[in-house]
């Protein structure tokens, strides 16, 4: 059983481009969150969600950011007119059945030029 | 909101000896799990351990071990007989009282020295 699978492991964009950031749950598991860690720091909760829908959103900034958990394929978290301060580590993490105990991917590291 | 400190950002220990993280949380839950991870150079989250907030007994993974106090609020991790290996940055988390989301501590960054 493949772990929590994420892609690309380093995404380098221009200030003002998009960046997607891709992550593939663990098989049978329909509970996605997104959490993003800057430099020095610990890891702070971005969004929570089931396959086709956001369940909770409440860290994830209202501009620019979004994301998405099709009923097929990955889900995505979307920055659009990337800027300096998105540059940080991104990690996907999945779950069964919504309860505790989370599986991380191991992340997607963002610099923005 | 919940809160997860760990007051130790730097420790060291020596190879074969034994190192205590410390961690403090606030939350209004009573049944909850705690969890304690490592996160090594190459930035994977690894679960190190977990326990059950309704569970007197500590939890115990190998050399891993926790001293639980609930009424304390506190969840400090044990490392018995360190190896190079451990060295690697440790965070506490805290799920939030619907159990969606972890809260994360500022971290410990543990170096075990030859």
């Known amino acids: 059983n493949a772990g929590v699978m994420q892609n690309p492991r380093h995404l380098v964009r221009r200030r003002g481009q998009e960046a997607r950031l891709r992550c593939s749950p663990m098989k049978g598991h329909s509970h996605v969150y997104w959490y993003r860690q800057l430099p020095e720091e610990g890891l702070k909760f971005m969004v929570y969600?089931?396959?086709?829908?956001?369940?909770?959103e409440s860290g994830m900034p209202k501009e620019r950011f979004s994301a998405e958990f099709p009923k097929e394929g990955p889900s995505i978290l979307r920055i659009q007119q990337v800027v300096r301060g998105d540059s940080a580590a991104y990690f996907c993490?999945?779950?069964?059945?919504?309860?505790?105990?989370?599986?991380f991917g191991p992340g997607t590291r963002l610099t923005v030029l | 909101a919940q809160t997860v400190t760990q007051s130790q950002p730097e420790m060291s220990v020596q190879e074969a000896e034994t190192v205590t993280l410390s961690c403090t949380y606030d939350?209004?839950?009573?049944?909850?799990?705690l969890f304690w991870y490592k996160q090594p150079p190459s930035r994977q989250m690894i679960l190190v351990i977990r326990q059950e907030a309704y569970k007197q007994q500590n939890a115990t993974e190998n050399r891993f071990s926790v001293n639980f106090q609930k009424a304390a609020k506190s969840f400090s991790l044990k490392i018995s007989d360190s190896q190079l290996g451990d060295t690697a940055m440790y965070f506490c988390?805290?799920?939030?009282?619907?159990?969606?989301?972890?809260?994360f501590g500022g971290g410990t960054r543990l170096m075990v020295k030859p």
């Open positions: 988390a805290v799920p939030n009282n619907a159990g969606n989301m972890l809260t």
């Open positions: 969600l089931q396959k086709e829908n956001i369940i909770d």
């Open positions: 993490a999945s779950s069964p059945d919504g309860n505790n105990e989370q599986f």
């Open positions: 939350t209004s839950e009573n049944n909850y799990y």
